[in-house]
C-alpha cells in the first residue's frame, strides 16, 4: 500500500471504526428529572420508567412514582425535606435521602422499596403499608422510624442509631437480628435464602449464592 493511500486508510477508516463501536456502546440512561434549586417536584408517570429522579442538595423535594412506573433511583440526598412516595404496583429499586434533614418515605399498595437509604439522617419517618417490602438503612440516623402495617414485610438496620425502630408492626409482629437488624412480619435475613438484601449487608463478595457472582 502506497504512503498516499495508507493516510487516506488510517485518517477515514479508522474513525468510521470508532463511531460504530460508539453506536454500540450502551447508552447511560438520562436522568427523568433534575432540580437543586429550593423546590423541586416530579412525578413519573404511569407505566413510565423513570431511570433516575435527582434532586439532591435542594431545599425541597417532592418525587412521586404512581400506577405502573418504575423508578430505578429517586435521590435526595443532603436535601433539607424528602417527600419520597411510591404506590400501586410500582418497583422504587433505591430511595436515598441520606445526610438529608429530614425524609418521609411512602410504599404503599404493593410496591417493591426494597433499598431506602436514611444513612445519617436528621429524621426519617417510613410508611411501609399494604402488601409491601421496604428495606431501610438507617445508620447513623438522628431518628428513623418505620410504620409496617397490613401484610408488609419490612427490614431496618438500626446500627449506630440511638432512636430507631418500628411505631407500628403488623400480623406477626417484631424480631431483632444480628447486627442491629430488625424486621417485622418476616425472618431474619440469611444468606441462600433467595434475596439479595444489601441493606442487611448482602452483595455479591459477601453472598453470592443471593448476589450472584461479581462482575
Known amino acids: 500500500m502506497s504512503r498516499p493511500t495508507h493516510l487516506f486508510f488510517v485518517s477515514v477508516f479508522i474513525p468510521v471504526l470508532a463511531l460504530l463501536a460508539s453506536s454500540c456502546a450502551e447508552p447511560r440512561p438520562p436522568r427523568a428529572y433534575e432540580c437543586h434549586g429550593p423546590d423541586c417536584g416530579f ?20 418525587a412521586e412514582c404512581p400506577g405502573s412506573a418504575e423508578c430505578f433511583l429517586l435521590n435526595c440526598q443532603d436535601s433539607g425535606y424528602c417527600d419520597l412516595q411510591c404506590s400501586s404496583d410500582v418497583l422504587c429499586q433505591n430511595v436515598d435521602c441520606s445526610n438529608s434533614g429530614s425524609c418521609d418515605v411512602a410504599c404503599t399498595g404493593s410496591s417493591n422499596c426494597p433499598h ?10 417510613v410508611e ?31 446500627s449506630e442509631s440511638n432512636d430507631c425502630g418500628f411505631s407500628e408492626c403488623g400480623e406477626w409482629g417484631e424480631m431483632s437480628c444480628p447486627d442491629g437488624v430488625i424486621v417485622c412480619n418476616r425472618e431474619c435475613p440469611t444468606c441462600g435464602d433467595g434475596m439479595c438484601e444489601r441493606v442487611a449487608g448482602e452483595q455479591c463478595k459477601t453472598c453470592s449464592e443471593d448476589c450472584g457472582e461479581c462482575g
Open 43 to 62: 412525578t413519573c408517570p404511569d407505566d413510565g420508567y423513570c431511570p433516575e429522579v435527582d434532586c439532591s442538595s435542594s431545599g425541597n423535594c417532592d
Open 116 to 125: 431506602i437509604r436514611c444513612v445519617g439522617t436528621g429524621e426519617c419517618d
Open 128 to 158: 411501609c403499608s399494604g402488601d409491601v417490602d421496604c428495606g431501610v438503612n438507617c445508620t447513623g440516623a438522628g431518628s428513623c422510624w418505620s410504620a409496617c402495617t397490613g401484610s408488609s414485610r419490612c427490614l431496618l438496620d438500626c
